[in-house]
């Protein structure tokens, strides 16, 4: 147990295995875990007494608040002998209440070891925690990358009460920028609430330039430890927002206990790129003056020079008067795609999704570029030699 604090109860291990407690001191255990001692689960299971499963779930020690190590046995009980599955992520925790004679940043350290029959053993590096009656927020948030104009956008926001103390007044708000459109804003409890606020709705009241999130006024009681929540914003970008716009999206949030004269405010953001699709489109002919009666070839070389994808492509091609369509002349030089035929109106050939014949590619990779090659049958003109315009 870290100095100053004492054992107050543990969680059982993931895959449902025991834990093991004793009351030891000096010499019979060492003070610290860096100080050589036999670890082994043999020894554990010899030298220290099980917990107690209670009625909320909970682990506790036959030793109470005179426990001086606890011990998480990780291996699946289900196999024999008892084993950690490969590709196993798992977390223990357990509870202590500090000292109350401990003086504000008094600093309270602890480690944690873990070991196996086939492996030495592996010290943690230590946790540190300082003692203080003031509030505080952890606040973490992830947002979309790239997003292009028109387009829906999300990013979250989570925060919960990072300290041993209530959190009795938490506010955050949310900074919208001009570029985006707000579609929708859905606050959340996380699991630490118990569901305790289940009933509870806490919706964004606008404000200046953004939302303003009252948590505790919508609870109407504190926050305690590990409790808060997460709000997901969905948003659409304008149709006016240019390529290269850097739109920042940012929040405060802030608790106080009545502990400190101001409250606690914590600031977070992420940044994401505005990324329109940048088609490009150059067409070549082979012929700059084909006689009457004579094949044509266009060849219209596509590509999108933008980061991100474009979608619904629409690709049209107006015939110059006196040339018809060859039909079946339409194919991809580039390897991996492929385009159906067109659909004609009048001399307009068109390549599209709503028309059912858009140009397929491998993926919907960024960036791509390729070229489609169209035969063009020039009909009989007047003129016996008369260019071909593209």
Not at 140 to 147: F, L
Not at 189 to 204: K, P
Request: proline residues 8%; negative net charge; glycine residues 8%.
């Amino acid at each position: 147990m870290p100095g100053d604090t004492v054992f107050v109860s543990a969680d059982p291990p993931p895959l449902g295995a025991d834990v093991w407690f004793s009351a030891a001191l000096p010499p019979e255990l060492p003070g610290s875990l860096q100080e050589p001692f036999d670890s082994s689960s043999d020894a554990i299971r010899d030298t220290f007494q099980k917990g107690v499963l209670e009625l909320d779930g909970t682990v506790s020690s036959p030793f109470g608040a005179a426990t001086t190590f606890v011990a998480f046995e990780l291996g699946d009980p289900a196999r024999q002998p008892p084993a950690l599955p490969t590709d196993t992520f798992g977390r223990v925790s357990f509870r202590v209440q500090v000292d109350g004679a401990l003086s504000s940043g008094a600093l309270i350290s602890n480690d944690a070891l873990i070991q196996s029959d086939e492996l030495l053993a592996s010290l943690s590096p230590p946790a540190v925690v300082v003692v203080s009656g003031n509030p505080s927020l952890r606040v973490d948030r992830s947002c979309t990358e790239v997003g292009a104009r028109e387009e829906s956008i999300t990013w979250v926001v989570d925060y919960y009460n990072d300290t041993s103390n209530d959190d009795d007044d938490v506010v955050l708000i949310e900074l919208i920028p001009p570029e985006l459109e707000l579609i929708s804003a859905v606050h959340t409890f996380n699991a630490a609430t118990g569901g305790r606020f289940d009933q509870v709705s806490v919706t964004g009241e606008p404000v200046e330039g953004g939302l303003r999130f009252a948590v505790t006024d919508a609870t109407g009681e504190p926050l305690v430890t590990l409790e808060g929540g997460r709000i997901v914003f969905t948003a659409v970008v304008r149709d006016d927002v240019p390529t290269g716009t850097v739109l920042d999206l940012e929040g405060l949030a802030s608790a106080d206990n009545g502990n400190v004269s101001q409250p606690v405010s914590v600031f977070t953001g992420c940044s994401m790129l505005v990324a329109n699709p940048d088609l490009n489109l150059r067409k070549l002919v082979d012929l700059a003056d084909p006689l009457p009666d004579e094949n044509v070839t266009f060849t219209l070389l596509i590509s999108n020079q933008s980061v991100h994808a474009a979608d619904d492509v629409v690709l049209s091609d107006v015939l110059p008067v006196g040339l018809e369509y060859v039909p079946g002349s339409t194919f991809v030089l580039t390897s991996g795609w492929s385009i159906p035929e067109p659909v004609q109106n009048g001399q307009t050939l068109t390549w599209s999704q709503d028309t059912g014949n858009a140009l397929v590619g491998p993926s919907q990779v960024p960036g791509w570029k390729t070229r489609v090659a169209t035969r063009i049958f020039g009909s009989r003109r007047r003129s016996s030699r008369e260019p071909a315009r593209p």
